[in-house]
């Protein structure tokens, strides 16, 4: 398992669905995206943010449940990518291993704390190495300079750097729903 960090979302085009960045810690560093819906990609992003609803949101909800049952997620786990399709699991005190879609597992740990690492053989097959132009493979995304012409600036090499990415390089697409929409 690789070390992954919680990079943000983008949208890769107009109309598209969002994508959850994961970006590995060391080593290569390597980007891993994940497509998900509009409702997962807001709970990323606030759980990233660290910021608390008035009410519990459905991944507030599942960490209350595993609490109260006597138990904490320790860690988080791409584990498989087939047909498409990312899988991934919450690991809990107990050995106890919880299927999750990747998004709602990823929002699942922020809130906990706890890390995320997805599987070697996930990172082979769909990530993609992103280098932002002046910038090595180790090098850490820009942070954004107090100079509002500089801050512009910044955001376009980094929004140049997304356009250069293709669909091609996430992987293959999900196969077709078979079903129809009435």
């Known amino acids: 398992m690789v070390p992954m960090e919680v990079e943000g979302m983008a949208v890769l085009a107009p109309e598209a669905a969002p994508v959850m ?4 810690r060391e080593g290569d560093r390597r980007w891993l995206a994940i497509t998900i819906g509009g409702p997962e990609a807001s709970a990323v992003a606030l759980a990233q943010e660290k910021i608390k609803l008035p009410r519990p949101g ?3 909800l599942i960490g209350q449940v595993v609490k109260s ?5 320790i860690g988080v786990e791409v584990t498989a990518l087939r047909d498409g399709i990312f899988f991934a699991d919450l ?3 107990s050995g106890i291993r919880i299927s999750a879609r990747p ?9 906990a704390e706890v890390p995320i690492q997805v599987d070697d053989s996930v ?8 280098e932002i132009v002046g910038s090595g493979p180790d090098a850490e995304l820009p942070s954004l300079s107090s100079d509002p ?3 512009e600036r910044e955001v376009e090499e980094f929004r ?9 390089d996430f992987g293959e697409p999900p196969p077709p729903d078979p079903k129809p929409n009435p």
């Open 21 to 24: 960045l994961l970006r590995e």
């Open 58 to 60: 459905t991944i507030e």
């Open 69 to 73: 049952f006597g138990h904490r997620v």
């Open 91 to 93: 690991v809990l005190d």
């Open 103 to 111: 998004s709602d597992a990823v929002a699942i740990g922020l809130r």
């Open 123 to 130: 990172l082979d097959v769909a990530s993609v190495r992103v």
């Open 149 to 151: 012409v500089d801050q």
């Open 160 to 168: 140049a750097a997304l356009d250069r990415i293709v669909p091609e």
